[in-house]
């Protein structure tokens, strides 16, 4: 069967934007697992790959292939994984050996993002780590472009939380926690800023004991005294970068401490719908503690609580790094489950008043 009468002949082949693993999703959508019954349907079937925004067609990277048609030299189309208003993902194995790969397509018109797309592929096909997703190749024809992925089974981090009956247990959460530390840790330690790490940008799977982190399209590689550009998902912004800060490696580990939040009590600590502005809500994530009170917490440790704590530390200068909390923190260390009452932990920083950094008179996230 000819790629045609797959269904490819309409379809510019693209790098699927904001595919989180949930499908095409507006920004109010990602977050806790209750938002995301409004999301979209891009990979009802399966959820694979990171992606990266659209661009123009550009000529060929990567495969000797010149047109959409011929993308059956290289590879055969085996099923279809997902499909959504602007783009399809399938899964196809790679002629020269066999490997399944995941093959993410997309129609697009957009200009401006080639220059920004060379730079990310650059960075991304570079990554070789267990715990993040393999970006195998990436090339472009007059009238389409394909990103090759490592096809990995399972569902979004997101998901499994939904579905699950009850919050995670605290030995998975900190399973999936020290594997999301591993991989913020290799790409730190390489300069690279994910700036979007959140429970739809991972991939866990089935049985809870694996993970990939996904979704690049935001990532960058800093140079040295380099200042990025405001972006990624609000409800998983750090206070700093709601300040107007730039991004940097500190903003990882926010999002990381909300995501482990988020296993073990199905929710995260503040949802920006529940505030009348975005200056209020980002008040009350600079000036409000993490509660632990509730069902859910009388069995999570304080070891485990203290590890939240440090991770939405609000001064970003008392953030530990993922390399010191994989070395230094004693729950991921030692991990001994405590049985004693709730408390309210105090964390450095949690005390930090909005009064002592002034507050943008508008404030802007891009979406």
Known sequence: ??????????????????????????????GTPEAGQ??????????????????????????????????????????????????????????ADGKEVAVKCMRTTDEEMIDMLRKEFEVIRSVRHPNIIQTFDFFTTRESAVLVLEVFEGPSLHRAVKRSPAPFTEATAKVLFQMLMNALAYLHGRHIVHRDVKAANILVSEDLQDLRLIDFNTAHCLADGEALTMTGTQTYSAPEILLGESPSECGDIWCAGLCLHLMLSRKVPWRHENYPSLAAYTRAVATEPVSFQGSCWSTVSEQCKSTIGKCLTVDKCLRPTASALLTQDNWLQHGEQEESAVQEPSFPGSEKSISQIPLPSQLQLTT
């Open 1 to 30: 069967m000819t790629v045609e009468q797959r269904g490819l002949q309409d379809v510019t082949i693209l790098m699927i934007p904001r595919c989180s693993g949930e499908g095409l999703k507006r920004q109010s959508s990602e």
């Open 38 to 95: 409004r999301g979209g349907g891009l990979l009802q079937r399966r959820r694979v790959g990171l992606t990266l925004k659209c661009l123009r067609p550009v000529e060929r990277v990567g495969l000797q292939l010149s047109e959409v048609s011929k993308l059956s030299d290289g590879y055969t189309i085996l099923e279809r994984l997902g499909q959504g208003s602007t783009g399809v993902v399938y899964r196809a194995a790679r002629k």
